[in-house]
Every structure is written in structure tokens, then in C-alpha cells.
């Protein structure tokens, strides 16, 4: 029976082994995190079901100046963004701008906050969010609705 137990340990042993030499160290050639903090798509829905109104983004860079086009996350770092919602004023009636659901498009491993889960109201100045990157750098941007 000590043979046995001493077999079970050692094989026991070895499986282990095996396993730790199968780690390897983290490969940085593959490792990415994203700089980006920028929102590259923002909706609002007055409900879950309902139809979507895509905003109008603005990047302004850190002298004020508005970017256009394609541009580098160097070049709009320190600035900040605008999201605007123009609403039909036919559907004044239907859609309450005090009570809207937003959704943001962000890269896999940038934070918005606050969250945007919930409803929201974007009347009057709106809301200020902040999206923070994979590498810790941060934007805000004012979110705003208005019927026209």
C-alpha cells in the first residue's frame, strides 16, 4: 500500500510540474491596451422598442479649436466633445428629452462614466460624461437634446 500512496504522490508531483512548465510569461509583442477615449457613436431611444436618433459629434481639441475629419488621439488630447441630439419638433410630443436612454460606442476597454444605464435627461445644458481609456487618460463630453 506505501507503494501505491508513493506512485499517487509522484505522479501528483509531476501533473503539477507539467502544468507550472506549460505557463509561460506574459508575451508583450501582444498585449494592447487602447489610448483612445474618444466616443465614436452615441443614440438616444425614448424607449427600448422605439426608434433611434443618432447624435452629432464634435471633437474639440485643447485650444478649443474643432477637429475635423480623421485625427489622431495625439491631436484632440486635453480638449473635449459635444454630442448633440436634434429632434424633430413634430415628435416634441412623443419623445420626452427629460427621460431618454443613451448608448455609447467606446473601444473594449475604455469606461464611461457616469454609467449610461437608465434614462437620462439631456434638455437644457445636458449632461457631462467622462470616458476614461485603457491607459487611464480621460475626455468629457457634453451630452445635449433639443427638438428643432
Not at 14 to 35: K, L, Q
Not at 37 to 53: L, P, V
Not at 65 to 78: A, H, K, L, W, Y
Request: hydrophobic content about 35%.
Amino acid at each position: 500500500m506505501k507503494i501505491i500512496n508513493k506512485i499517487g504522490i509522484i505522479t501528483l508531483f509531476a501533473f503539477i510540474a507539467i502544468t507550472m512548465w506549460g505557463c509561460a510569461d506574459v508575451n508583450e509583442e501582444y498585449v494592447f491596451v487602447h489610448d483612445s477615449n474618444t466616443i465614436s457613436q452615441m443614440i438616444c431611444k425614448a424607449s427600448h422598442n422605439a426608434g433611434e436618433f443618432r447624435g452629432q459629434i464634435t471633437e474639440f481639441d485643447k485650444d478649443g479649436e474643432i477637429v475635423e475629419g480623421s485625427f489622431t488621439q495625439e491631436r484632440i488630447e486635453g480638449g473635449y466633445g459635444l454630442i448633440l441630439f436634434e429632434i424633430p419638433k413634430t415628435l416634441e410630443n412623443d419623445i420626452d428629452l427629460t427621460s431618454v436612454y443613451l448608448l455609447g460606442t467606446v473601444t473594449y476597454d475604455a469606461i464611461i462614466t457616469p454609467s449610461l444605464t437608465g434614462r437620462h435627461d439631456i434638455t437644457g445644458d445636458g449632461m457631462i460624461i467622462t470616458v476614461k481609456s485603457g491607459v487611464n487618460t480621460t475626455r468629457q463630453y457634453r451630452v445635449r437634446g433639443y427638438y428643432e
